[in-house]
């Protein structure tokens, strides 16, 4: 058995010179964009993906091909690489840890153990005393019901892991909903159930942390969602909002009681004056694809540094406000969408990720567009799309301050 070549958590002691490799498990359109912003810094990006083909691989110098439960596959993925860091959170603790005994991940894997389960994540925050929805545990139709007499109101069932774009999850009227709800997300062997609380808007903000400790922060970014997907995305430039300064504050003891050495993405529900954390995501976010354009320094680029063992630098704004809309699959219903005429206006900033297969809830792509404030942003984006045939409109909403 080879000596490994670091130790388990081993920190650079200097940023990776260029044409160093970083590992990435994961190979999905953050993957795609990760590789990107690596190769424009001189750094080459080998990708550990189970799939032939992904968004990520055909960007990337490096492709094993392996599922994540493989920990050969693993160690000579980690033996091959300078540093490793990661997509999405459903990487198993086994992998990460054989990974990391040849080269540094980051984030490290116990940022990855309380963010990939949705019941460890909420009693982080909880024990933290950040504001968060009322929630419980459940392991049977029963349990689900008991908490939905004690909530006296509906309530989101949710799968603890394996879950996004609300996949895994359903809203429950009432205890007598029980057992189908509980038979509609496979009976699971645990889950959680959050209380519905009604909200006035949704937002999250990127936080990334150095070795150091120095906090560098993306937004808020504010969101609406179309059947639990992510569809626009609007930004304004103003770090004086209370929404931004609330944000700032929780973010920053999040980044700080994980020790965070990388970046997250926290997601919020705003009722009222007040910010409850919904979701912690150990990565990139989709919210913030909007830093692509917006940002002389975006999440992606920001990502790279930390694997490569930079500070994070605070990013210089480029324009004002900035807004995004999500391409999903479903605009491929009556044919290939008319690039064409989405294309006219120059200063609407395209990208597809590179999926052969488009379908229904599959994001294809986004929409970027840079403005004087997000209102006016986000109609230009929101134009576009519409010229690709997009059947649904979303009418802008006034941005909370």
């Known amino acids: ?69 493989d920990l050969d596959a693993v160690k000579t993925f980690a033996q091959s690489v300078d540093a ?38 909420k009693r982080f925050l909880h024990n933290l005393g950040l504001p968060v929805t009322p929630f419980r545990a459940a392991y049977s139709a029963e349990d689900l ?3 939905l007499t004690a909530f006296c109101s509906p309530a989101v069932l949710k799968t603890t892991a394996f879950g996004y774009d609300g996949k895994g999850q359903v809203r429950v009227k009432g205890p007598l909903e029980a057992s189908a709800a509980w038979a509609s997300i496979g009976h699971p062997s645990e889950a959680i159930v959050e209380k519905f609380v009604p909200f006035d808007g949704e937002c999250s903000m990127l936080v990334a942390r150095g070795y150091s400790g120095k906090l560098v922060y ?3 970014f504010y969101n609406e969602h179309e059947n639990h997907i992510l569809d ?19 973010c920053e003891g999040i980044a700080d009681a994980m020790d965070l050495d990388g970046m997250i993405c926290i997601e919020f529900f705003i009722v009222g004056e007040q910010l409850l954390v919904n979701e912690i995501a150990p990565r990139p976010h989709n919210s913030a694809h909007l830093t692509l354009e917006a940002c002389s320094i975006s999440q992606f680029e920001q990502q790279v540094r930390l694997a490569a063992g930079y500070e994070p630098q605070e990013p210089a704004a480029r324009a004002p406000a900035a807004a995004m809309v999500n391409i999903l699959g479903d605009l491929w219903a009556n044919g290939p969408p008319d690039w064409a005429s989405a294309l006219a206006d120059p200063e609407v900033c395209f990208h597809l990720y590179g999926k052969s297969i488009p379908r229904p809830g599959r994001k294809m792509g986004h929409f970027t567009v840079l403005a004087h404030t997000p209102e006016e942003a986000a109609e230009r984006s929101l134009h576009a799309r519409r010229l690709l045939n997009c059947n649904p409109s979303v009418t802008t909403k006034s941005m909370p301050v």
């Open 218 to 220: 993306y937004g808020p």
């Open 232 to 250: 626009l995305s609007t930004w304004r430039y103003d770090e004086r909002t209370p929404v931004a300064r609330q944000a700032r504050a929780i």
């Open 84 to 121: 490793i860091t990661y997509e999405f959170e459903n990487v198993l603790d086994p992998t990460v840890e054989t990974a990391a005994q040849y080269a540094p991940v980051c984030p490290h894997i116990r940022v990855l153990s309380v963010t990939r389960n949705r019941l460890t994540e």
């Open 1 to 69: 058995m080879s000596t490994p070549k670091k130790q388990v958590g081993k920190r650079p002691k200097s940023p990776l010179p260029t044409a160093a490799t970083l590992g990435l498990f994961g190979g999905g359109q953050l993957g795609r964009m990760f590789a990107k912003a690596a190769a424009r810094l001189g750094y080459h990006v080998h990708v550990f993906a189970p799939e032939s083909e992904s968004p990520a691989a055909e960007v990337s110098a490096w492709h094993t091909r392996a599922p994540y439960e």
């Open 145 to 147: 019901a008991e908490a």
